[in-house]
């Protein structure tokens, strides 16, 4: 069977539903492939039609988040993590683009979001940890954690066609 | 992986002036080949260390806080720490963690390139 016949035989309704499904990944933290999260992205921030600006700062805010989890709420041993991508409309109808992240580590972060967004950045006295949050902070447009029983529960929100860009 | 794809060019120009070219994604996994890579360009004789990024298209917080650094080396060894040919999405980067001010950022590789 040729490449091409492998193509037609995949009709436009599979094709097209995928373009309205979730992406779902699970991962150990301490994994060599975390190029597979930049691709989820890449994917995400595609079907959301996001210009290569906010891509970029979808791809930060992601990286920092999964780096955080990995090394501050596993300490850089293996842990597993789960991330779920889709898109949605908000209650006034404007679409977004929305990660979950969810990890199982026995430590729960006791910080504000909040607090890390404002935080100014010393460059004096630049503290591990810092940056990458005020970076998740300042890239995505909305960003909520969550301690529980066993973990950590974060989303990240994107609004899509962001004006302020 | 692509992250191990970053190389570094160093140019000397002269005993007190040097160009450090960076090609490739700077992040968690390579930003400490940077850091090596940076750090002893900062010696009492050199008057200028010039970073050349315009072969970076991603730059996480590692490769932030490594920059960082250099800025902090060049303070104690009293030399210029300068940053050029920043990709638009880099210097979002710098923007969004308020530092794009902290830094000499020098945009005149990237316009010689272009012209």
Redesign the interface.
């Known amino acids: 069977m040729t490449a091409s016949k492998c193509i037609q035989d995949v009709s436009f309704s599979e094709c097209e539903s995928s373009h309205v499904g979730k992406l779902h990944l699970q991962i150990n933290c301490n994994s060599d492939c975390i190029y597979v999260l930049r691709s989820m992205v890449a994917v995400m921030t595609t079907r959301a039609c996001m210009e290569a600006r906010q891509s970029n700062r979808v791809s930060i805010a992601v990286d920092e988040l999964f780096a955080n989890i990995s090394k501050h709420a596993y300490g850089g041993k293996a842990g597993r993590v789960e991330l779920e991508t889709f898109l949605e409309v908000d209650a006034h109808g404007e679409q977004e683009l929305v990660f979950d992240f969810r990890d199982y580590a026995s430590v729960g972060w006791q910080g504000s979001m909040e607090e890390a967004a404002e935080r100014s950045i010393d460059v004096e006295n630049l503290c591990p940890g810092g940056l990458g949050l005020k970076l998740i902070c300042s890239a995505a447009d909305h960003c909520e954690h969550e301690v529980l029983s066993d973990g950590n529960h974060w989303r990240l929100k994107f609004c899509i066609n962001n004006k302020s860009l | ?3 191990a794809n970053l190389k570094f060019t160093r140019h000397d120009q002269n005993e007190t002036q040097v160009v450090l070219q960076v090609d490739g994604d700077v ?3 390579t930003s400490p080949r940077m850091r090596d890579q940076l750090k002893p360009l900062f010696t009492a004789t050199m008057k200028e260390i010039r970073v050349e990024l315009n072969g970076v298209d ?1 730059m ?3 490769g ?2 490594t920059l ?2 250099g ?2 080396w060049a303070r104690l060894t009293g030399g210029r720490f300068i940053l050029s040919g920043l990709s ?2 880099v210097r ?2 710098f923007a ?4 794009d001010t ?1 830094f000499d950022i020098d945009s005149n590789v990237i316009e010689e390139k272009s012209a």
Not at chain 2, 96 to 99: Q, R, S, T, V, Y
Request: proline share 0%; hydrophobic share 50%.
């Open positions: 992986m692509m992250d992040t968690i996994h991603f996480d917080s590692s932030i806080a960082v650094e800025l902090q638009e999405n979002d980067v969004l963690a308020k530092l902290v």
